[in-house]
């Protein structure tokens, strides 16, 4: 009887700590949401990014997304105000933006 609950017990463990699944609106709030964070930290300092809108591609082989953002770009020191692509590789744990234009 203990084997079975002690089985039973990490059975449940292991389904528990299964990385949930995203994808629709979830994904993509999740995606500008990592992109932001990433213009936040690593943006000039003078320069206020918003990013708008994502569209993606899942590479599974490589398990990534393809990405590409539609950021509008506020320096006030040039007095600059502009939307621009912006296009990056994105992990599927989200851990690093990966900048390819």
């Keep these: 009887m203990r084997p079975f609950f002690i089985f039973g017990i990490l059975l449940t463990v292991a389904a528990a700590c299964k990385q949930k699944v995203i994808s629709g609106v979830e994904l993509e709030n999740k995606l500008v949401k990592t992109m932001q964070d990433y213009l936040d930290k690593s943006g000039k300092k003078d320069a206020v990014y918003k990013v708008e809108d994502v569209t993606f591609y899942a590479d599974k082989e490589r398990k990534l997304y393809n990405c590409a953002?539609?950021?509008?770009?506020?320096?006030?020191?040039?007095?600059?105000d502009t939307t621009g692509i912006m296009r990056a590789d994105i992990p599927n744990d989200f851990s690093k933006v990966m900048r390819k234009q």
């Design 69 to 80: 953002f539609h950021v509008n770009v506020k320096a006030a020191d040039v007095k600059l």
